[in-house]
């Protein structure tokens, strides 16, 4: 193969690799025999310089997104009481879907009082709200390694005041995930 031969065949390499990342036709390539390129004419315009976009993809846990039903991880109880009201039934079914789907989610469900009543009280009040809602979401298939319950009683209040507003607040069960 002769020096013409040699650079007439690595020209068309170059252009047949230009033409498959160029959206702009560069020249029409064929092969006669004898292994000799022949190129038709080249393009009147040199061909625009590749230009990469890169979108951000921001992949966010169901846990994370304020729109989603998991955003809410608060259920709250009547005074003196450890029933869980049928509007929060929504809600721990799907907290029990999304630690069925994802088998490393794990969830401490953490039970609180009011400051009224004393303080053993309180926390006895605390812990039968947590196993209400933890025994809920194993009757909804999380397996119960996946949950603990444990009571703060009263020491953990959302709102500090001393009035029924802050005291509503502070009777509820809140799910902690401690895994994802």
């Known amino acids: 193969m002769?020096?013409?031969?040699?650079?007439?065949?690595?020209?068309?390499?170059?252009?047949?690799?230009?033409?498959?990342?160029?959206?702009?036709?560069?020249?029409?390539?064929?092969?006669?025999?004898?292994?000799?390129?022949?190129?038709s004419a080249p393009a009147k315009t040199a061909p625009a310089p590749m230009q990469a976009t890169v979108k951000s993809v921001v992949v966010t846990s169901p846990l994370d997104d304020p729109q989603s039903p998991l955003a809410?991880?608060?259920?709250?109880?009547?005074?003196d009481d450890f029933l869980i009201h049928k509007s929060d039934l929504a809600l721990i079914e799907a907290h029990a879907k999304y630690l069925t789907t994802n088998k490393s989610a794990k969830v401490r469900v953490e039970g609180n009082a009011d400051e009224k009543g004393g303080r053993e009280y309180n926390l006895a009040l605390g812990q039968r709200r947590a196993e209400a809602v933890r025994k809920s979401l194993v009757l909804l298939g999380v397996p119960e390694t996946h949950l603990e319950a444990?009571?703060?009683?009263?020491?953990?209040?959302?709102?500090?005041?001393h009035n029924e507003e802050a005291w509503a607040k502070n009777r509820r069960v809140d799910l902690k995930y401690i895994a994802r």
């Open 2 to 39: 002769t020096t013409g031969h040699v650079k007439s065949l690595s020209l068309l390499v170059m252009l047949t690799a230009l033409a498959g990342c160029s959206s702009t036709k560069i020249a029409e390539v064929s092969t006669p025999p004898a292994a000799q390129a022949v190129v």
């Open 72 to 79: 809410k991880r608060s259920v709250f109880f009547d005074f």
């Open 150 to 161: 444990i009571s703060y009683g009263m020491e953990k209040p959302v709102d500090p005041s």
